[in-house]
């Protein structure tokens, strides 16, 4: 990637590209919670720079965040762009965050997808209906409302029992997941109408463990929407 736009202080350390959306903090919270030492840079998507030829150079589908990995596979640099593609290489890269058992490994990556595939897709239709759309229509309202409610059921009934969605072992899955669920919240304005405390309350508490751990705190900061 060109240096001109973003420019680059520390070539050694990871470069992140993002800014503080759901998919922003993932990449932003596993850094802080891996502890390793990268340097982020804010992409503002309210002013189009994730199409700019500096970020496509890193992420063709100009949307963040992206990544480049300085000390990539055979110490060559490497970009990554899609925030589950990150958090994978971040856990893979670190052993950590991933469990070591094979088939804990792929239930957790069956858990990530749920999230990029579901979650994060379904979520950011609903928000839009429901708070950005010029007017409020309601068959895609209802639709929206009505898969977002059913997912966070499928997470409801996963985190029976769990203090994260792999037991005790917080993982790349929680992640993934918790911005999303906090979204609804300060994001949309939709924890009431659709009931998370009332309906969802494993839910609810699976978020506070996640959102209470330090590395969560700083990194959901990581290229905030206000920073200069």
């Known amino acids: 990637m060109s240096d001109k736009k973003w420019p680059i202080e520390h070539p050694d350390r990871i470069q ?5 959306t759901p ?7 596993a850094l802080e919670e891996l502890g390793l030492a990268y340097e982020a840079h804010k992409v503002n998507i309210l002013e189009n720079e994730q ?8 992420c063709p589908n100009s949307k963040i965040p992206a990544m480049v990995d300085p000390d990539g596979p055979g110490g060559k640099p490497l970009s990554i762009f899609e925030s589950g593609a990150i958090l994978l290489y971040l856990a893979e890269k670190t052993g950590k965050l991933l469990p070591a058992d094979p088939h804990r490994r792929s239930e957790c990556i069956q858990w990530l997808f749920f999230q990029m595939a579901g979650v994060g897709p379904m979520f ?11 007017e ?3 068959y895609p309202t209802e639709r929206y409302t009505n898969e977002a409610r059913r997912l ?3 997470l409801e009934k996963r985190l029976a029992g769990r203090n994260y969605v792999m037991d005790d072992e917080y993982t790349i899955a929680d992640i993934a997941t918790f ?5 609804l919240d300060w994001g949309y304005g939709a924890r009431e109408d659709l009931k998370l405390d009332a ?10 463990r996640c959102t209470e751990k330090p590395a969560s705190v700083r990194g959901a900061k990581v290229c905030g929407f206000s920073d200069d």
């Open 152 to 154: 966070l059921g499928v």
């Open 16 to 20: 992140l590209y993002s800014l503080a």
């Open 124 to 134: 950011g239709q609903f928000g839009h209906f429901y708070k950005f759309a010029k």
């Open 136 to 138: 409020r229509i309601p």
């Open 199 to 208: 309906d969802f309350p494993n839910v609810v508490a699976w978020y506070a």
């Open 51 to 58: 199409f700019s030829e500096e970020f496509i150079a890193v």
């Open 179 to 183: 911005p999303w669920v906090g979204c």
């Open 23 to 29: 998919n922003g903090q993932k990449a932003g919270i």
